[in-house]
């Protein structure tokens, strides 16, 4: 039992080795940081600190809410580093953390804050207000399923999914040649991120799309609002059933094949092997986990989403990765990091 | 763009300053820790683990679910230090870090899983579910005020966080004197946890429990289960309202106080410094933050929980546990951390 006076005391209550009981008490509260950080989007209150002077106060009046429950939020943010918080004689005042301000702030041509229409929808978390009973019927729930077929859900996913994958896109894109006459699918295209990146980075690059009608008018407005629309051409249907073409130079497959089984994986890149052109590169963007399947932390965390969610996918494994795309008939199959993002690409070459 | 092979590639991952868009995404998913462990416990995964080898095909048995979900669950724990996992030639084997094992094994005498049944109930948890609207209307929603009356929840509270308060009682109970004859008054005595250490530090101290009728039946039960019932009495009633006796020489309020105002403490804490005698020492528990209000994570994380769940209850720092204290009559107001846990006790003297 230590004693201190009221300034000096010190709680260690972030030493791990000795937090047992509480280590538990946080992970059941980890919910309300999900909680937190949506209702600041929902409020735009880290747009409304970085047009103010930061005091609790005049947040409150930008946003239209009643002080107390504002300066509760904006505390609770800094915890998590979303936001900082100085402290003089005036009184306290938040500002946006780098991140924040690049992400966060409504006026950030990288605002991200609509992703959470996606990660927050019920298609994404229900599955996880019961997981116990999900794990004990051995995948999810019939009323649970992901549908496989068009589906709002996807829509959603290509509204407001772009700017988490913007970044991934540029580092994934940089993985085909920069300027040669190339013909490039996007597979899944959804908002359109990957094939768009690979046409800015290639003013030589065709791009087809495939993706359902009603997700392709969105990546043909992103295709325009990134003025590559003159190199990009629209292929609808079920990427696992239309007639894809052939000769292709790239195929970008994009957080696509987690949704599946091995057996599907490996049918479906056979079809992409038979649709390239000899020397055509196929780029495999995943969270992949390491072999030991419980690093690095977010994608090693994904395989428990695609458990929940879907009837046989899986966040596969990097090593997986490249036999299955072996087993396809490509070769070289090297994987590459997208820093500064947790995933990874693996690349196949048809010979 | 970093190429690299199969076994040498290093995701950077957890790399913060870089990880901007995911860092977001974390935060995001930061529920599915919530739903994983309160999973687990449902499902007594920790002590399959610990009653087996530890391999997926063989907890997966013990518990009744097919091995896939079993295993992803059990990957996602590891992420998250609840499980270790250990890879040979012969597989994958998982196993109770020490933590688990003393608090997550319903085995082990410590064991606190029961705590989900509070910790993830509707009452809660729901304030968060749609957190912008409690934020823009001031406090909770009229349908989520919590009742101030006798009400299930708090038998709820009793029955299942005995064992998440039980390191925290045996700390503050090292604050009253050991060997003399002493009556102490355990405010909402809920578990009775506090109270009951007391009476087991202190062989002579005569412990006056205080709730309502249906709460001080589980607090009574465990004053049988820890042999002091011969030293326990009870008072039931609203702690705020009914008669509570004089000339105690200990009382001891453990995590009461946030669920108030500044006014309604203050004034309960005079009606406490009345009904105590000369050099009777009162201990306050709390979740109490710096005086930045951002730190430490737990304390600092508590203050939304109170804003959404409390009409004007709040986690007070410290120093404004000590202010109110001073301001109800008492001396020292010594402020004690109560190791390893994240909770402080402010204690303070009727001179």
Chains 1, 2 share one sequence.
Not at 76 to 91: H, P, Y
Not at 116 to 129: C, D, I
Request: net charge neutral.
């Amino acid at each position: 039992m230590s004693t201190a006076q009221s300034q000096q005391v010190v709680v260690e209550a972030t030493a791990k080795p000795q937090l047992a009981p509480f280590k538990f008490f946080e992970a059941m509260s980890a919910y309300q940081q999900t909680s937190a950080l949506k209702a600041a989007i929902d409020l735009d209150l880290f747009s409304a600190i970085a047009e103010s002077s930061g005091t609790a106060a005049e947040v409150a009046e930008r946003i239209g809410a009643p002080e107390r429950g504002v300066r509760a939020l904006c505390d609770f943010l800094v915890v998590r580093a979303f936001l900082n918080k100085t402290l003089d004689r005036s009184g306290s005042r938040y500002s946006l953390t780098p991140d924040s301000a690049m992400f966060l702030d409504k006026k950030s041509p990288a605002y991200l804050g609509t992703a959470t229409r996606f990660l927050a929808s019920e298609t994404v978390t229900k599955a996880f207000r019961n997981l116990a009973e999900v794990v004990r019927s051995g995948g999810p729930l019939p009323c649970d399923v992901r549908s496989d077929k068009e589906d709002e859900m996807w829509v959603e996913f290509a509204r407001s999914m772009a700017p988490v994958m913007f970044i991934v896109a540029q580092q994934a894109a940089k993985l085909f040649a920069p300027d040669s006459e190339i013909k490039v699918l996007d597979i899944a295209a959804g908002h359109g991120m990957f094939g768009i990146q690979v046409a800015q980075h290639n003013a030589k690059a065709k791009i087809v799309a495939l993706d359902w009608p009603s997700v392709l008018a969105i990546a043909k407005e992103n295709a325009e609002r990134f003025q590559v629309a003159g190199r990009y051409s629209l292929l609808p249907g079920n990427a696992l059933e239309v007639p894809v073409g052939n000769n292709y130079d790239g195929v970008i497959v994009a957080n696509f094949l987690h949704h599946m089984d091995r057996a599907a994986i490996r049918a479906f890149l056979k079809k992409m092997h038979a649709a390239m052109a000899p020397k055509g590169r196929i780029v495999v963007v995943e969270f992949a986990p390491n072999e030991d399947r419980v690093s690095p932390p977010i994608p090693a965390s994904f395989v428990l989403n695609m458990f929940a969610n879907t009837p046989g996918g899986d966040a596969y494994s990097f090593s997986e990765y490249q036999e299955m795309l072996r087993a396809a008939g490509f070769s070289s199959c090297e994987v590459c990091s997208l820093p500064p993002t947790p995933q990874l690409a693996i690349v196949g070459v048809k010979e």
